[in-house]
């Protein structure tokens, strides 16, 4: 084996990574979040900006291509939403980023690994007006950024991109830089006081720096909690029942059937909204995918169309008809 042959087989991999920047608060974004059942740590990135970080996956290791997973999770989180999500990506022989809004077509550009633009120029120009960007200023910094450059590689260009946005209020957490390993974003997202983490189950909740169960705050929070329950138990154990009781007409404080409860808004059980709407766009979507072989459609298509069955078979199950 030749001594260039030892060197190529001996030269790591370069990481692959993915930032997806939802224009939204992240209490806001915890629900579209949710439909992904990804394993994500979602924080701030400006005042009206929020960045998710995926802790992991097939795409990791390259079995699966980096952008079109990250495709499909765009679209998926752009679905019954009115703000838009920009993904950026990166795997050891490209980078690029995708921007998603609503039913409108994706749009993106791409660098190879040395920085060579890979892109058409026509979407930059889309990309700056779906995100109301100066058509002036703005616009000349992203055509630079398509323009050949010795000294600027792919990560670097994904830092230009993110220059221009925080004209747009886009700021990251520090650590947060395009081209890192996965490892290093999320244990920069892991600093940060508000950061959630979003589980496969679609669970959420507070990171160990940001108040969970691990941390110290969130043991605090745990102790008080149950202080708290400590006390109401010992109160209701001394109180009489007429004092637990609700006052009744006429002084009575004696048992009596309970009192018929109200239904709620919208009738007695109504069916999830937005169950129906993941139903309906994620079909459309799915079949789009499968005719063209888009495989960011069809993931997207079809994460919305089994969310969207799962909660109306937990709702028919829960709720059935009299």
Not at 80 to 102: C, K, M, N
């Amino acid at each position: 084996m030749s001594t260039e042959s030892s060197r190529g087989a001996g030269r790591a991999r370069p990481a692959s990574g993915v930032l997806l920047l939802c224009r939204a608060e992240p209490g806001s974004v915890v629900p579209a979040a949710r439909l992904l059942h990804e394993r994500m740590l979602l924080a701030r990135a400006g005042d009206e900006w929020s960045v998710l970080v995926p802790e992991g996956g097939p795409w990791r290791s390259g079995a699966d291509p980096v952008e079109q997973v990250v495709n499909g999770w765009a679209i998926a989180l752009t679905v019954g939403v009115s703000w838009p999500v920009l993904a950026l990506w990166w795997d050891g022989e490209r980078a690029g980023f995708t921007l998603a809004a609503g039913f409108r077509r994706p749009v993106g550009y791409v660098w190879l690994a040395d920085g060579t633009p890979a892109g058409v120029e026509e979407a930059v120009r889309t990309f700056a007006d779906r995100l109301g960007l100066d058509p002036v200023l703005d616009m000349q910094a992203l055509e630079e950024l398509t323009e050949p450059d010795a000294d600027a590689d792919a990560a670097a260009r994904l830092s230009g991109v993110l220059a221009v946005l925080t004209r747009a209020g886009v700021f990251l957490p520090p650590g947060l830089v395009p081209g890192g390993p996965t490892d290093t974003l999320l244990e920069a997202a892991l600093f940060q006081p508000d950061t959630r983490r979003i589980g496969t189950d679609g669970s959420d909740g507070r990171s160990a720096t940001g108040g969970d169960e691990r941390g110290p705050r969130g043991r605090r929070q745990k102790q008080n909690q149950e202080e708290a329950r400590g006390r109401a138990r010992e109160q209701e154990q001394r109180g009489t029942p007429e004092a637990r009781e609700p006052a009744r007409p006429g002084g009575v404080t004696g048992a009596g059937p309970p009192a018929p409860r109200p239904f709620p808004a919208g009738g007695p059980h109504p069916v999830p909204a937005l169950a129906l709407v993941q139903v309906a766009a994620g079909l459309p979507l799915a079949v789009w995918g499968l005719r063209h072989r888009s495989g960011g459609w069809l993931l997207a298509g079809t994460l919305l169309l089994a969310q969207g069955a799962f909660t109306l078979t937990g709702h028919v199950l829960t709720h059935p008809r009299d």
